[in-house]
């Protein structure tokens, strides 16, 4: 580290992104549907963040908001110093490459008529990133490293299952060497066995590549395993924040004692 | 993969399962196969899904080559009819079917009927083709863009569908001729102006229900523009239901084309419509009736065939058309 | 939550014997390009009143199919090919259409996993209830109304006099599910089959739709509950049978298959299920994928995936082997120990 601390991404004085008192207010004829109330949260570099709640708790609506995939209503979002609101929408798509997203449904968030490579190549034609020939070897690459043999490349996604699907999904989102891996439920509609292969390797590849992560999901378990801390959110709004252990073993706020109560044991 | 699903519509995967692994730690885990395997698996796009589907229905099958057959035959028709349909023969007026050197009889001005008529393919075809084709790009075009960007586009769109829509398409379409004369150019314009607006609306509502589809998201969230999306992601997606509407809107238009021909405002005489003919061939019913039998029978046959064909392209999208 | 009176449907026939037998039950299905995909090969097991059976499986297990099968609604691409279905005396498989559609809905409930698909969404709360009772001959017209309002009230739903005439949308999910419940009580069901039922609602809900299963259960009725989620099998359920690729590798009393699984599969199911304070355990994914119906492997269907398995042993066709007390496992070698 040559330049000032302050200076390089990410440094213990500024997170990767920041969230500033949040709003998502979305309009309809039969009135407001406050979103996301006044959420103020960060991630920091190689940081896993866990955000947990029921449904209709605007847990996906934040992550869209830290993506910049959705405007706030009110309130700033940070990423790496800079307030996407500001960002115009050329140079938005090119920060874009900095933060990539795994969805809840490995098979619709596919292009259904590329091939399994064309989908993972296809985030590296759209910046302009190497020749055709270089892409291909990149994501030949990349499917390796999650797990799927190149030799299946040509395949469309609907002929894969859907444990693979997620897989070149990931494989797609990592194209870019991204800095932050945002995951919206993503083994929710998997299999209870699927899910454990793709979380552990999740939690492989965040290690190996430094990611730093957003996780949200509704379902604990999942995200006590993954994340270093959690963000507790009920109706648009976080009730209680902390360190992973620490929420899970003491939590404070009776929202999170009693979402924590509900779920049902299988071993212990 | 829900068994049901499984049957009902998606094909097998055709890959194996893994028997032992031995990827990287558990994320290998899940690597599909060795090299064994991979010649096994085709690779089967959305296309490749319903040109399957379609080879599966005989009546589409039987309906294509029907179809290859009236194409290849109006092509070919200068060289392979036996004379020019403006070609009189003044020794042969109203003659019957299998008179000297005219298969299907002449008409009262001694024109050979087969040969016309073969002609009269030809201009249905391709006034027919090229009004579909017309009315599908325009489709396509506004109907992306209105979909896509809504707003004042769509909002324009929509206004003023609902006004051609307020429009008889024949009104229309004679209005059209009047405008720019008795030519094929002139019914293909007439004939594809007045179809585009049902094809755009319909363009509009796929292109509304596939953006809310997860990949678009998805490919927002890659960075990709506008543009980029509505043109590479949506649009290959949208065309489906879009074929299959044009592969209906094509019988329509042959006719239609009849149906302006009918009514003496199709193409010009002595260039053969089946409209034209059919109409002369009502006039001598009782005294030739060979002048009517012959274009009205290759006529309805051309409808079944481009509608079957419709039906075929139709169930090969949509497969679900039929389950309970 | 009180039911006023004990289940009116029939026994298998033999006092204090099983409600449901099903022995050897097979299901294949028609796919696109003909091929026959074989859903549930061989499957039996056995219900008790007022016990609960949990079928534990994954996608492609065949669970879902098999609750079909034996309520014979499955689409037109599908269809029994073998096995017996033993309900009160008689053989459901063997019964005409009339006779089962008579039982069916009666003496056997059904909850699905998906309240708004189920119910009618033009039809209010007490139309659909009181025209389920009328058409099945249960009770007359006056009587009809009061049972429906008692039927909502037994699932919790709060102020049933008034919720009763509401439309299904105007309820919450949770709501929805209970209501869905109702219609299935309501002709106080010897047999209650739910087939995921909680899969679709919040955790909080789903404990309260589980306790008032429970409770039913408590009451004498004898429910199949299918599921992937092991924690829902704990809850309630006294026996589970775990399926894969449509066969049954494993059955025992639930505490017992829970704290030491036999089958391998059963075994990776636990191993790889994510638990609250388990942070620090490794989880122990099944490599592989899930089967493939089209292309089964010859014997047993999980050998590939199985980190014991030995060829050509495991290539031969598994019978379920009893292994003491009403234990079971479809392995040649019993399992793991």
């Known amino acids: ?268 | ?324 | 939550m009180t039911m006023t009176q004990a289940p009116s449907g029939s026994s298998s026939g033999t006092p204090g014997g099983p409600l449901l037998r099903v022995r050897d039950l097979h299901t294949e299905f028609r796919s696109e390009d003909g091929a026959a995909l074989r859903a549930v090969d061989g499957v039996s097991f056995d219900v008790e009143p007022g016990r609960a059976l949990a079928i534990v499986g994954e996608s492609g297990s065949g669970k879902s199919v098999s609750m079909r099968s034996v309520l014979r609604l499955l689409p037109r691409t599908g269809r029994v090919t073998a096995g017996e279905v033993w309900f009160g005396g008689q053989d459901l498989l063997r019964l005409p259409e009339r006779q089962m559609r008579r039982i069916r809905g009666r003496d056997i409930g059904m909850v699905f996993q998906n309240a708004m698909e189920a119910m009618n969404p033009t039809l209010t709360l007490e139309r659909q209830l009181t025209e389920h009772l009328l058409w099945h001959g249960v009770c007359t017209k006056s009587e009809a109304r009061e049972r429906a309002v008692r039927a909502l009230g037994d699932v919790g739903i709060p102020e049933p006099e008034r919720r009763i005439r509401v439309y299904p949308f105007q309820l919450s999910g949770g709501m929805r599910q209970r209501a869905m419940i109702a219609m299935a009580i309501v002709t106080r069901p010897a047999l209650l089959i739910a087939d995921e039922p909680t899969t679709a609602v919040d955790v909080t809900i789903q404990r309260q739709i589980l306790d008032l299963l429970a409770g039913l259960k408590d009451q004498g009725t004898g429910i199949i509950m299918v599921t992937h989620d092991l924690g829902v099998a704990r809850y309630f359920c006294d026996d589970s049978v775990v399926m894969y690729a449509g066969r049954v590798v494993e059955r025992a009393p639930t505490r017992e298959l829970l704290s030491r699984p036999r089958h391998p599969y059963a075994a990776g199911l636990l191993g790889s299920s994510v638990e609250l304070g388990s942070r620090d355990r490794p989880l122990h994914p099944i490599p592989g994928n899930p089967p493939d119906l089209a292309s089964r492997p010859r014997g047993c269907p999980f050998h590939p995936r199985c980190d014991r398995a030995v060829l050509p042993r495991c290539q031969d066709e598994q019978e379920l082997i009893q292994i003491g007390g009403a234990r079971a496992v479809a392995c040649w070698s019993g399992g793991r120990p």
Not at chain 2, 109 to 125: E, F, H
């Open chain 2, 1 to 324: 993969m829900d068994v049901i699903a499984a049957a009902e519509g998606l094909h097998s995967t055709g890959l194996e399962p893994d028997a032992g692994a031995a990827g990287a730690g558990a994320a290998g885990a899940g690597a599909a196969g060795a090299g064994e395997t991979v010649a096994r698996a085709r690779a089967r796009g959305p296309w490749r899904k319903a040109w399957d589907r379609f080879k599966r229905n005989r009546l589409a099958l039987i309906s294509l080559v029907m179809c290859g057959v009236l194409v290849v035959v109006a092509f070919a028709a200068p060289w392979i009819a036996p004379h020019h349909y403006a070609d009189t023969d003044y020794e042969a007026l109203l003659a019957g079917a299998g008179a000297d050197g005219h298969l299907l009889g002449t008409d009262q001005l001694g024109r050979d009927i087969l040969s016309r008529t073969l002609y009269g393919l030809r201009t249905a075809l391709i006034v027919a083709f090229g009004a579909e084709l017309l009315a599908l790009l325009c489709a396509l075009v506004v109907g992306l863009a209105a979909g896509y960007r809504g707003g004042r586009a769509e909002q324009g769109l929509m206004a003023f569908t609902d006004v051609m829509y307020a429009f008889p398409s024949y009104l229309f379409a004679i209005v059209m001729v009047a405008v720019l004369g008795r030519s094929i150019f002139a019914l293909i314009v007439a004939i594809g102006i007045a179809g585009w607006v049902t094809q755009a609306r319909l363009v509009r509502a796929q292109v509304l229900s596939i953006k809310q589809r997860e990949y678009v998201e998805a490919a927002r969230a890659m960075g990709a523009s506008g543009p980029t999306i509505a043109v590479r992601y949506i649009l290959p997606n949208a065309i489906g239901p879009m074929l299959v509407t044009t592969s209906f809107a094509i019988p329509a238009a042959i006719a239609a084309e009849a149906g302006l021909g009918l009514l003496g405002l199709g193409v010009q005489p002595p260039t053969p419509s089946w409209g034209g003919m059919i109409s002369e061939g009502t006039r001598y019913l009782l005294s030739a009736p060979h002048m009517l039998l012959a274009p009205a029978c290759v006529f309805a046959l051309a409808l079944l065939a481009f509608t079957w064909f419709g039906d075929g392209v139709r169930d090969a999208f949509d497969p679900r058309g039929d389950r309970r």
């Open chain 1, 1 to 268: 580290m040559t330049t000032s601390d302050v200076d390089s991404p990410g440094s213990a004085a500024r997170p990767l992104v920041a969230a500033h008192e949040v709003s998502k207010v979305f309009g309809s004829r039969a009135g407001e549907v406050r979103a996301v109330e006044n959420v103020s949260m960060h991630i920091g570099v190689g940081e896993t963040v866990g955000v947990v709640g029921e449904s209709g708790s605007g847990k996906s609506t934040l992550a869209r908001l830290l993506m910049g995939l959705q405007p706030c209503t009110s309130g700033r979002v940070e990423f790496d110093g800079q307030d996407l609101a500001t960002v115009p929408g050329k140079e938005l798509r090119v920060l874009r490459q900095r933060m990539q997203m795994v969805f809840q449904n490995p098979f619709g968030s596919l292009l259904p008529h590329y091939s399994a490579v064309a989908n993972v190549m296809e985030p590296l034609r759209l910046h302009g990133r190497g020749t055709k020939t270089s892409r291909r070897e990149q994501a030949d690459a990349l499917l390796e490293m999650v797990g799927i043999h190149p030799g299946f490349g040509e395949l469309y996604p609907s002929q894969f299952s859907g444990g693979q699907q997620q897989r070149i999904a990931i494989a797609r989102a990592l194209a870019l060497e991204p800095d932050l891996l945002v995951c919206d439920e993503p083994t929710s509609s998997l299999d209870v066995s699927i899910q454990a292969q793709i979380l552990a390797l999740l939690g492989e590849l965040r290690q190996k590549l430094g990611l730093s992560c957003l996780f949200i999901s509704h379902n604990l378990a999942v995200v006590e395993r993954l994340a270093d801390r959690v963000a507790v959110m009920s109706q648009g709004r976080i009730v209680e924040e902390g360190p992973t252990e620490r929420l899970f073993e003491a939590p404070e706020h009776p929202y999170t004692r009693q979402l924590l109560g509900a779920v049902l044991p299988v071993t212990m």
